[in-house]
């Protein structure tokens, strides 16, 4: 993503809430469930929205180019308009681009995460261990009424998009899939894979604390 870009989206969600209607109070909205998924390494969302400086660097540095600028486009198949806090700040949308964890990327850190200078992501080793008990972007869930495997006709194509089958995503019986949110992370490779539309794996965002 062009940096240049970024900071136009910026703008853009800012002439657009119009000098700040609905503020939100204490730099959340009033709904506490972030539009979209935040990138690895993210703070506590009250602490992110006052750290974040809104310079693009974690969405250059992405490899995949998942991490982009919200704003009232990028957001606009969410059930709710991001707030004024929230403009420019990056987030992921797995459906369009899951984030991959920097799977097959040279370097020890996830990028975006040594990219940031703010301290909003916090740096995260590229060690799966460290991956799992420090990246919560999200939980995954599966809608057993539309999946496939589910359904009659066996799959198993989110199972084998996760970065930790077995353990944060499952295969039962005729390769029904299933979560254990205690190990998944909310990377959002099972949406961004499941051939099912609507996309029967689906990620919620975690909620701010």
């Known amino acids: 993503m062009n940096r240049r870009i970024f900071l136009q989206n910026v703008l853009a969600l800012g002439a657009v809430c119009g000098g700040g209607a609905a503020m939100v109070s204490g730099g959340r909205s009033s709904n506490t469930q972030t539009v979209g998924l935040r990138p690895p390494g993210a703070v506590d969302e009250e602490e992110f929205l006052s750290r974040c400086i809104r310079c693009g ?118 390769e029904r899939p299933e979560i254990d949110p205690d190990f998944c992370v909310g990377c959002g490779l099972c949406e961004r894979a499941c051939i099912h539309y609507p996309q029967a794996a689906s990620v919620e965002p975690r909620r701010a604390t």
Not at 68 to 79: E, H, I, K, Q, Y
Not at 84 to 99: K, L, W
Not at 117 to 125: M, R, Y
Not at 142 to 158: M, Q
Request: glycine letters at 10%.
């Open 57 to 174: 660097r974690c969405g250059d540095a992405c490899p995949n180019r998942a991490i982009v600028a919200l704003n009232v486009r990028t957001g606009r198949d969410f059930s709710r308009e991001p707030g004024p806090a929230e403009a420019g700040t990056p987030v992921i949308f797995p459906r369009r681009q899951a984030c991959m964890l920097c799977q097959g990327v040279p370097g020890d850190e996830l990028l975006c995460t040594s990219a940031c200078p703010s301290g909003a992501l916090q740096v995260i080793k590229k060690d799966p261990d460290e991956i799992q008990r420090r990246v919560r972007m999200g939980t995954a869930s599966i809608d057993t009424n539309i999946c496939y495997s589910w359904n009659g006709a066996s799959c198993g194509v989110c199972a084998r998009a996760c970065p930790f089958e077995g353990r944060a995503l499952k295969l039962g019986l005729f």
